[in-house]
């Protein structure tokens, strides 16, 4: 948990940097949180399905922990960790005027034609923040 604190202490502070593009008002928007219901049912089958007792089922958690999580970070989905649900982050599909079709991690709720200042996490993902 101290772990956790750190890092998004942390993350916290690279997006109080600033973020480098101007305001963006957004033009359309879709929210995606269902997608982390979905990985999060994704980690729930393998562990309700192992029998710790056994020898090899640690090592099979293990395994299949590592090669899902493998996946969602090869495929560009780590931004559907439910730990964003609960620190109230909301996952949105929005479109501006500059990006179409951009998934946007913003704490709130997006509406159209509220602006927002983003910044770059990866292709196509960006982290949002909504100016009042």
């Given at each position: ?86 620190w109230g982050y909301q996952i949105y599909r929005i479109s501006t005027a500059t990006r179409q079709n951009i998934t946007v991690i913003v704490k709130g709720k997006i509406k159209i034609g509220d602006e927002i200042l983003v910044k770059n996490i990866d292709e196509k ?8």
């Open positions: 948990m101290f772990l956790g604190v750190i890092f998004y202490n942390r993350f916290q502070y690279k997006f109080a940097k600033g973020a480098p593009d101007l305001p963006a008002k957004v033009i359309a928007s879709e929210n995606i949180n269902f997608e982390s219901v979905t990985f999060l049912a994704t980690y729930i089958v393998p562990l309700a399905c192992i029998d710790l007792d056994k020898d090899r089922s640690p090592v099979m958690l293990i395994t299949i922990l590592v090669l899902i999580g493998w996946i969602y970070i090869k495929t560009n989905l780590f931004y559907t960790n439910p730990t964003l649900a609960i993902i960006y982290l949002a923040k909504i100016i009042k």
